[in-house]
């Protein structure tokens, strides 16, 4: 079984001649790069290319939530530049050796053929925190100032409902490896053993890894054969997880090295949950922001999609004000976790909510010899999930789980978005006790009437920063 792209890895000024899979010839050249950094980290945020398609020139970016674009006679996109391997912590699961990697597929063509593919949990795309597309990891306090390595996500990672949420076979397969027990045919396809973990090997030689899973259905046993949708498991936030309740999934192939390498799966993801769910419009305001106190930030909306025209982006802030157009800059004086609301309507009527996490530190939290006396995180965080996300009724109970990372202080308040008055819980810290039970607070809620509701979750520390996450419940 072969894929519907081909993959080129391109140094700098170099040209290649490539054969698409409908049988055209194509010649691709990198033209130039610009990588943007944030100030406090100088960790990668942004990569724009500019290359050349037989000789006529295309922007785009690098990963981070952006789809291919369409560059006559190919749909394109760049997962992965070399830079992200200079100053990453885990410069071992990158194996590119020249200045960027791009996959070309004809410009009309799908990204994965109908029926070979799923989005690997059953949930709303982005009802919760995320992790992907290279942007550096940060809901479990991850956006360490004072860190020399940093995690560039390579894989997908989507939060949700601990022990609640069913994860999903993204493929027919072969089950490679099930918890502790393995294939040993099957060892070098980037197969690392675990008990929170199920791998699976489909036709094609695509290897797929389901990581921190609560719990694993009998019906996956090791040799057997798995079919595209079948139950593999349930969410949680075991193995290295951070604390923080998610399915950590990717998939692995080899790679114009000769070696396995991880494969950016996140525009299958996208294609798959819009052919299956048809949302119509999408608000992608991510990935997460860092700055110091007194930066700006500059909150984009411009990834989001739709069907058809988008007629309207309007930013609701979390300073009471609001700001039409999918750009806006903001400047934060205050340290804290800001969730800022991204509102999208289309020409149809149709909407769709998402949040910007901008994450504000104090730079004299990490100056020399200060970090020793604090916490090594610098600023606590939230993770806010829901349970339902897909086809909830009025009248139908949702509960609403949060976490707190890197302070013991205070209380959650959690605000519903429908007028009720909030409730006030505690979770337990989960960055020293990632694996307990009943790390999560939670609350169930009952909606009225159809509409869409922004929940709101707040928790102070002990210096008085606010950390606050959002999450958008849409009542049919």
Excluded at 3 to 17: H, S, V
Excluded at 227 to 235: A, D, E, K, P, S
Aim: glycine content about 10%; hydrophobic content about 35%.
């Amino acid at each position: 079984m072969d894929t519907l792209f081909r993959t080129i890895d391109l140094a700098l000024g170099e040209e290649i001649a490539t054969v698409l899979t409908n049988g055209v010839t194509v010649t691709l050249k990198l033209l130039g790069m610009d990588t943007q950094c944030d100030e406090l980290r100088q960790a990668i945020r942004h990569v724009d290319l500019k290359v050349a398609i037989d000789g006529q020139t295309f922007d785009l970016c690098m990963g981070n939530y952006h789809m291919p674009i369409t560059a006559e006679p190919v749909r394109i996109d760049c997962p992965i530049t070399r830079l992200l391997a200079a100053n990453v912590n885990r410069a071992d699961r990158i194996a590119i050796r020249k200045d960027a990697r791009f996959r070309l597929w004809p410009a009309d063509s799908p990204l994965t053929p109908k029926g070979t593919f799923m989005m690997p949990i059953k949930q709303r795309l982005f009802c919760s925190a995320t992790q992907m597309g290279h942007a550096p990891t940060w809901v479990d306090a991850g956006e360490n100032p004072a860190a020399k390595g940093i995690y560039y996500h390579n894989g997908l990672d989507f939060g949700g409902a601990d022990g609640i949420d069913e994860v999903i076979s993204s493929s027919d397969g072969i089950v490679i490896c099930r918890g502790d027990k393995y294939l040993e045919e099957h060892c070098h396809a980037m197969v690392e053993p675990r008990y929170d973990r199920v791998y699976v090997l489909d036709a094609k030689g695509w290897r797929y890894k389901y990581s921190h899973l609560d719990s694993i259905d009998p019906g996956v046993t090791l040799g057997a054969k798995v079919t595209l949708g079948q139950t593999i498991g349930h969410l949680g936030k075991e193995g290295g997880s951070g604390g923080w309740a998610h399915l950590h999934y990717d998939v692995a192939a080899i790679a114009p090295t000769g070696e396995w390498d991880l494969l950016e799966a996140y525009p299958f993801v996208v294609e798959d949950y819009c052919r299956r769910y048809r949302p119509g419009v999408v608000a992608i305001a991510r990935p997460q922001q860092l700055i110091p106190t007194g930066g700006v930030a500059s909150l984009d909306g411009s990834r989001s999609f739709s069907s058809c025209r988008i007629a309207t982006h309007e930013w609701i802030l979390s300073d009471g004000t609001r700001h039409q157009g999918a750009q806006v800059q903001k400047r934060y004086e205050k340290k804290g976790e800001y969730s800022e609301t991204l509102k999208v309507t289309d020409e149809r009527g149709r909407v769709s909510y998402d949040f910007a996490t901008i994450l504000v530190k104090d730079p004299t939290d990490v100056a020399p010899g200060k970090g020793a006396t604090r916490s090594p995180y610098f600023g606590h965080h939230l993770h806010l999930a829901a349970y339902p996300t897909l086809g909830l009724a009025a009248g139908t109970p949702v509960t609403v789980f949060v976490r707190v990372f890197s302070t013991e202080h205070g209380e959650e308040r959690l605000d519903f978005g429908d007028g009720s008055s909030p409730v006030f819980v505690k979770s337990h810290e989960g960055k020293h006790d990632r694996h307990f039970k009943p790390g999560y607070a939670m609350s169930r809620h009952v909606y009225d009437g159809p509409g869409d509701y922004i929940v709101t979750a707040s928790r102070d520390d002990e210096e008085g920063a606010t950390a606050t996450q959002r999450i958008w419940v849409h009542v049919d």
